[in-house]
């Protein structure tokens, strides 16, 4: 049996699958200032009567992180950075202990000045006296070259309870993003720590002993010893929790967009023959810019709870603010969800109510009732495909660096759309009318985000970068590093990175049976110097594309 | 956080799978190292710093400024296109005020491709400022334009393209001719008969470094434009003054770089050659593109950049102050010699032999230009090369009276002859073009 539990905003979803389908689901309410009680309240419930030996797998997803972010509720770091030419690093401070050293790399990896000793040692004394725990060691480059970082580290060994270097975050070129990933990292370690602690901890103690998994944003999942060393990947996993529940719906050729349509917001994503499309560098929260793996997702103020209103010049305007429930159920302000009952779409909730807030909604126009609850139906879910175009286009537009690319390059375009979250299936016909697209409401719409959660597996990224000239194969994720000779080449490069890959998703956690690698990027460059080759520039990125667990359609085939 | 005081729009197309040979410096590497460093610089997410995904150019687009021989699809690759692309994709955002300045990091390169292509010249194809400037002249209706060109060598192809154009203010600052290739762009070369003065060419002796290149843009550069007063100033970005260079000898820098491109300030800027593709490319990209968006770049340097090291001579600086006179005394003495050269009303020739280095062509030309009181003049270019291709092409300029529109439809309809593969018009007045093969 396997536990999928995701943390939303406003309840805790929990799940108990196994071979013969979904045997049990929990809702129970998140309190956001004790996401602990909320999880294993959850736990608790889910596992009231079931033989804890037969739980194979528990996969979480939890909103800690995020919202330590989003209210900036984050334990102060230490930000060690050596940059060398180019922009200022000091445009790129975090906090009171943000020190710019010396020491810097070079696009190749050469050094160009090395770091002075004394100096770190200096900052460090420092850092300790004003009681920093948590330390990031962030250099330009570092991921062409990691020794300045590392032995920066190395210098700092044992003062601290967090360390982490630059170039094991993401083998990305994006200086001022590596340093916002490391902060965030090294920010949300404590709070990460110490609730997974408690949470394994009573897990043990109600006999429980198989490997607790952790969602991150990439859809994926990861151990949670490995979430604990990096805990910035499960920032913002909520949304790709949804997605992922959708997964085991789409078709299995051909892009599907995916709606999940909440309350307050809406997230959209795209799935490209099953598998949803990632950031390109990584997620955008709380004005950090990260190299944290990401789908790409889209996320509008827009759900069945938006505040409906009408301005002097009889302008009708769906949210972006939730004033509360709808009026149906107890609400001050119209909603779209009373228009659906109004519309009796949806058949719950107090009629009259719904048709007072249309009434609200129609007096301002000057229209009937009737008219007033099809314009909110309509324009609610116009905005909803405005939106998901402009996702499209801009994935679309993304610029692409090769003539084969510019011609060639996959271009988005939906043949289907995959509606989940709680107002979705009273939106599904309109949308299919307005969309000329096939629209499904995704099976247990309800609970798809912990389904999703339950069934994720491992994911995984590493960038191999080799330079002939240089003589040297690297991939700064795994610190990994070794000489290699002038004949080296792509195909060598691609088997080296996969065994590197390969190797790294199963110390996070992956089952060894389900590994499916995948080439993001590969390139090679002949270096020519004068008017001879001096060398190969590879560059290979490797991934362990977001998927569903191996068997997952036995289960959810009979979710249907 | 940083922010671009000016919002600046990028194009950035390195075609990293395109070369015109492997070892050649036009090759897939030559852009890998810029983009490196603009990566991690992390300059794509500066507020106010947008990247743009390159259109392609069209055979409309080409047929605004060349005559291909023998057509457009024969003289191009798709590389060319989607540089082409770039350059007209960061005009139209600059135009459409999504931003104030645009760069179009792209490659191949495009100025050493005059006015009839029969193939590539000094690494171009076709000439992607030009292919840009006339598309916005007829999408948006730009008249007065100028252009820049501080590539180290004569920016040739844009020279002969402008050269009959007087709403076209060409600057070319470069390494001598008697040094460097293409051998031409001296302070003589003034423009034709009816554009006379509106070419200018700024020849800097080997080995110039920031000193004389900004005593250049100050004392010179910055005047005419002031003067000319164009809508838009565009910039040829040649990054191969570089004191690391391995094609030149100049000894110019990220730091000048930079101040250059602040000083000239232009709207949209298209790089076109520079070959040191680890010392200088990525740290120029750097520098121009901070400079662009008004964002501080003083540390915005090449790991061994020693300013002293690059101190010019007195006496390279004393001959540059010359120059600089020199070109300014023609300035102003060219109207009243245009007067002169236009009183004449007649005819004028000129016969010239252009070589195709890239492509081991040699093409002759003979030229006609009609010195009009009323318009800049219709032109005929007649041009043979050693491939045995013979062409007639006709030029109607934008502004041409209704006597010069009606001649160039005379000659284009009245000189099929049995030597001519193909006849051109291309009438910019009417946005047509014409192609007739005589022996069809
Ligand atoms: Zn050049
Ligand atoms: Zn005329």
Redesign the interface.
Known sequence: MIIGLDVGGTHTDVVLISSGGLLNQIKVPTNSDDLYNSVLDGLNKILKNVDVNAIERIVLSTTLTTNAVVSNTLQPVGLIVSS?????PE??RIGDHFFCVKG?I???GRE?QPIEPLEIEAIASRMRSEGIKSVGVIG??SVRNPSHENKIVKLLDGSFNYVLAGHRVSG??????RIATVYLYSAVYEIHKNFFDAVTQSLKSKGIKVPIHILKADGGTMSVETSVQFPGQTILSGPAASVMGAVPYAQSSGDSLVMDIGGTTTDMAILVNKVPLLEPLGIELG?Y?TLIRALKTKSIPLGGDSAVSVDGNKNLAIGPQRTGPAMAFGGSEPTPTDALIFLEIMKSGDFNKAKEAMNKVSSKLGCSNMEAAQLVHIKFCEKLLAAANEMINEIN????????E??EGHQVKPSEILVLGGPAPYFAEQLEKMSGLPVRVVPNWNVANALGAALARATSEITLFVDTERGIASAPEEDFYKPVDKEFTLEDAKRLAFSILRNKVIREGSATDEIEMEILEE?Q????R????TGK?IRVKVQVKPGLIKNYDNITSKFV | MIKATRKTGLVFFPAFDWAISPTHPEREERLLYTRDQVFEEGLFDIEGIIEFKPDMVTRDDIRRVHFCVPDEWSVVTESHLVSGGGAKTIGSVVMEKKVEKGFALVRPPGHHAMRVVHGARGFCNINIEAIMIEYLRDAYGVERVAIVDTDCHHGDGTQDIYWHDPDTLFISLHQDGRTLYPGSGFTHELGGPTAFGTTINIPLPPRTSEEGFLYAVDNVILPLLEEFKPELIINSAGQDNHYTDPITDMQFSAQGYAKLTEKISPDIAVLEGGYSIEGALPYVNVGIILALAGIDYSSVKEPDYDRNMLKQSRESMEYIRKTCDQVMEYWEKAPSIKEKMLASGSIKERERTIYYDTDNILENQKEQIVLCKDCPGMYSIESWTDRGKRILAVHIPRKACSRCEDLGYKIYETSARKNLNLIFLQDRKNKQFFVNEPGK
């Open positions: 060398g030419p180019g922009i200022n445009h790129y810097s070079d696009h190749r160009v330009k480059f990305n070129l994006n200086f001022p993003r004005g810019k537009k993304r610029p692409v660096y090769t003539v084969h510019f011609l390139q460059f002949n270096m020519v004068g008017f001879y080759t520039n």
